[in-house]
Every structure is written in structure tokens, then in C-alpha cells.
Nanobody, 118 residues
Framework: QVQFVESGGGLVQPGGSLRLSCAAF????????MGWYRQAPGKERELVAR????????NYADFVKGRFTISRDNAKNTVYLQMNSLKPEDTAVYYC???????????WGQGTQVTVSS
């Protein structure tokens, strides 16, 4: 059974930091690119950052460049998103997503709420 367990969300003041984690179960983690997406109320889900299966290629949305860092630990089947210098506009539900390298399978995590407010 495929399952993703996300953690690390919460309430933080502007300028603060959070670290999100997404642990994957039931897939061969090293065979998937991993991404973090977010969805704010009334808006479409958007890509935040993405990392290839071996970690050799990383892409960031322009609105997080220099503030967020995506990483992965294939030994722990986990992908991380370090978020620094958080802004109120970063408030959203953050989702991890797995995309199979060879094949068409994709999976979403359940989401974790991030709220940036004073």
C-alpha cells in the first residue's frame, strides 16, 4: 500500500522557518522524482520545488528561489523542504508528489498546512 506521511507544517511568524518532511511507504523511492506543491485558498495548486530521483537536478519556482531548499534522503525514503524567510503569501497547504522515472505512476501526499502570520 502506497502511503505518504507529511509533517512539519504549522504556524510561524513572518521571517521564520519551517522544515517539511514527506516519508514514502510502498514505493521504490529511488525510482521517483519528488516534488513539493502548494495550494492556497481559492488558488490552483502550484509547483514549489522538484528534485530528481538521484538528486542531481533541482528546480524551484521563482517565488521561492533563495528561500526554500528541497533535498532527499533515499536511505530514509524521505524528501524535505526547508523553508526560510517565510512570508504571509507562503500560507498554503503543502503537498508532496512522487513521479515515477519509468512509467506513468504518480502519487500525492495528504498535505500539511503552513500558515505564516503575526
Amino acid at each position: 500500500q502506497v502511503q505518504f506521511v507529511e509533517s512539519g507544517g504549522g504556524l510561524v511568524q513572518p521571517g521564520g522557518s519551517l522544515r517539511l518532511s514527506c516519508a514514502a511507504f510502498g514505493i521504490t523511492f529511488s525510482g521517483y522524482a519528488m516534488g513539493w506543491y502548494r495550494q492556497a485558498p481559492g488558488k490552483e495548486r502550484e509547483l514549489v520545488a522538484r528534485i530528481t530521483s538521484g538528486g542531481g537536478r533541482i528546480n524551484y519556482a521563482d517565488f521561492v528561489k533563495g528561500r526554500f531548499t528541497i533535498s532527499r534522503d533515499n536511505a530514509k525514503n524521505t524528501v524535505y523542504l526547508q523553508m526560510n524567510s517565510l512570508k504571509p503569501e507562503d500560507t498554503a497547504v503543502y503537498y508532496c508528489r512522487a513521479d515515477q522515472n519509468v512509467g506513468v505512476r504518480s502519487y500525492w501526499g495528504q498535505g500539511t498546512q503552513v500558515t505564516v502570520s503575526s
